[in-house]
């Protein structure tokens, strides 16, 4: 027997934590197995007009560990398709007890799901009607609102990296391989790290300056991190995540490189001449440097 939750989890920030928590106990305490089911794609982008260009806080793989290292005993990812969404909450649950030998249920304070688009509640009373235990977990607030994924990307989005810091428990971090770029910056003093996201559709702050720290193999690094179109020294419109790291002169192209994003700098801006930005890139590392980050 089984004891599930079920959602997508993107980014499992401290809500979906509390849930993940709430399931491993409970599992515990039934001596049941914990599994959580979740989905790929998210429901939105299969769902709705125009939301094809819905950023993910959180790889699938990436996800799913962080999920296993909670102590979850098992992570199912499903297809989600309009024909899995036409699926009502009962008949939901119902494949849920077939599949997974469903005992209980452990809910979100805002889990909807089926094609009625059933709340915790609803849920709740339909799965006890079928014989199943049924636990909510509350809402985590901070700031004094609760904790979302959608509010995690808003902050992204307008470049406040310190909010979503503050509301994933930990700083939001992009995944890629180093690859080469024009090499522009090593001739003014201020070679970048170009990366080539592993993930394509991961949410990016807004463009702009960026204190980050940069995780190499087992090493860390405090980096500078421009992301936008470098307007200074190129007339495309093409989007680039570029990582001057501090103290650093290494060969990386072809390593994996982590980057988090801890404090917001500036905006991206055009400068007059290389001088001018090779001056403002300076003021960028002193700023950085004495935050001590």
């Excluded at 990582?243 to 994996?256: A, C, P």
Aim: overall charge neutral; hydrophobic content about 45%; aromatic content about 6%.
């Amino acid at each position: 027997m089984a004891v599930i939750a079920t959602g997508f989890f993107d980014g499992v920030h401290p809500g979906h934590r509390l849930v993940v928590e709430t399931l491993v106990s409970l599992a515990a305490e039934r001596g049941d197995e914990s599994v959580i089911v979740t989905f790929w794609p998210h429901p939105r982008a299969v769902l709705q007009s125009g939301a094809d260009t819905l950023r993910y806080l959180t790889p699938v793989a990436e996800k799913t560990a962080m999920l296993r290292s909670m102590g979850v005993n098992s992570v199912e990812t499903l297809p989600f398709t309009r024909a899995f969404a036409s699926l009502s909450a009962r008949e939901y649950i119902r494949m849920l007890c077939r599949d997974y030998a469903c005992s209980a249920l452990v809910l979100g304070y805002d889990t909807r799901f089926g094609r009625e688009q059933a709340g915790p509640e609803d849920i709740a009373a339909i799965a006890r009607s079928m014989g199943l235990e049924a636990v909510i977990a509350p809402p985590v607030c901070i700031d004094g609102v609760s904790v979302s994924s959608t509010r995690i990307r808003a902050a992204l989005e307008a470049g406040d990296v310190a909010l979503a810091t503050r509301l994933l428990g930990r700083p939001y971090s992009l995944h890629g391989v180093v690859v080469a770029g024009n090499k522009l910056g090593r001739t003014i003093g201020f070679p970048t790290a170009n990366m080539m996201l592993y993930e394509p559709l991961m949410a990016i702050p807004k463009n702009g300056v960026y204190a980050t720290r940069v995780v190499i193999g087992s090493r860390s690094f405090t980096g500078m991190t421009n992301i936008g179109t470098r307007p200074t020294v190129s007339e495309r419109d093409a989007l680039t995540i570029e990582t001057h790291i501090l103290d650093f002169d290494e060969m990386i192209y072809g390593l994996d490189i982590t980057v988090e994003f801890l404090n917001r700098i500036r905006d991206e801006r055009k400068f007059a001449s290389l001088s001018d930005l090779q001056s403002q890139l300076r003021a960028d590392c002193a700023t950085i440097t004495s935050r001590r980050l």
